[in-house]
T-cell receptor, first 111, second 111 residues
Framework: QKEVEQNSGPLSVPEGAIASLNCTYSDRGSQSFFWYRQYSGKSPELIMSIYSNGDKEDGRFTAQLNKASQYVSLLIRDSQPSDSATYLCAILIFGNEKLTFGTGTRLTIIP | DVKVTQSSRYLVKRTGEKVFLECVQDMDHENMFWYRQDPGLGLRLIYFSYDVKMKEKGDIPEGYSVSREKKERFSLILESASTNQTSMYLC??????????FGSGTQLSVL
């Protein structure tokens, strides 16, 4: 089982709708969770981090963490064409210095 | 803003050549990382460094070595380049709250 799993997509969502991206992880020692966005031909950039169970909102983005079920999700409200990108889930295991990334989900927002 | 600079955007090398990829960060970060990114495989950690002259193997260190003689500079070395090392190489440094700052990447082709 991979440490971090994401559906590779592509995920297509109409403009203005809610995009829902999901990520599951296998190590219960995972303590910190991150969502990176990567535009085609560009480097990843951090958009959200979450450390405790529940929801964390930042503008149109909401990260949700459920440690009991070992999943973390990212919701994008009022999706815009500029949200079209690959979204990478990353986790940090307690006592570890390195992030482990999922393979990413490619999101396309359809105008 | 944090700047992570990779010396080359595109690089073409021949099989068997020794290849140096350079990365410089300007924020006095202690932790620096080298990843490679391949379609369908996501970001995979090659090596990381948590201090000058200190290094740790990542998930796929075979065929690579690293050097960190100064805090701001982290170099990735391919001792004898092979075609299966054709990839996008991303350098990153880690700031507060475990946030990674990525360089713009080096697309390496080994012929």
């Amino acid at each position: 089982q991979k440490e971090v799993e994401q559906n590779s997509g592509p995920l297509s969502v109409p403009e203005g709708a809610i995009a829902s991206l999901n990520c599951t992880y296998s190590d219960r020692g995972s303590q910190s969770f991150f969502w990176y966005r990567q535009y085609s031909g560009k480097s990843p950039e951090l958009i959200m981090s979450i450390y405790s169970n529940g929801d964390k909102e930042d503008g149109r983005f909401t990260a949700q963490l459920n440690k009991a079920s070992q999943y973390v999700s990212l919701l994008i409200r009022d999706s815009q064409p500029s949200d079209s990108a690959t979204y990478l889930c990353a986790i940090l295991i307690f006592g570890n210095e390195k992030l482990t990334f999922g393979t990413g989900t490619r999101l396309t927002i359809i105008p | 803003d944090v700047k992570v600079t990779q010396s080359s955007r595109y690089l073409v090398k021949r099989t068997g050549e020794k290849v140096f990829l350079e990365c410089v960060q300007d924020m006095d970060h202690e932790n620096m990382f080298w990843y490679r990114q391949d379609p369908g495989l996501g970001l995979r950690l090659i090596y990381f460094s948590y201090d000058v002259k200190m290094k740790e193997k990542g998930d796929i260190p075979e065929g690579y070595s690293v050097s960190r003689e100064k805090k701001e500079r982290f170099s990735l070395i391919l001792e004898s380049a092979s075609t299966n090392q054709t990839s996008m190489y991303l350098c990153a440094s880690k700031g507060a709250f475990e946030k990674l700052f990525f360089g713009s990447g080096t697309q390496l082709s080994v012929l």
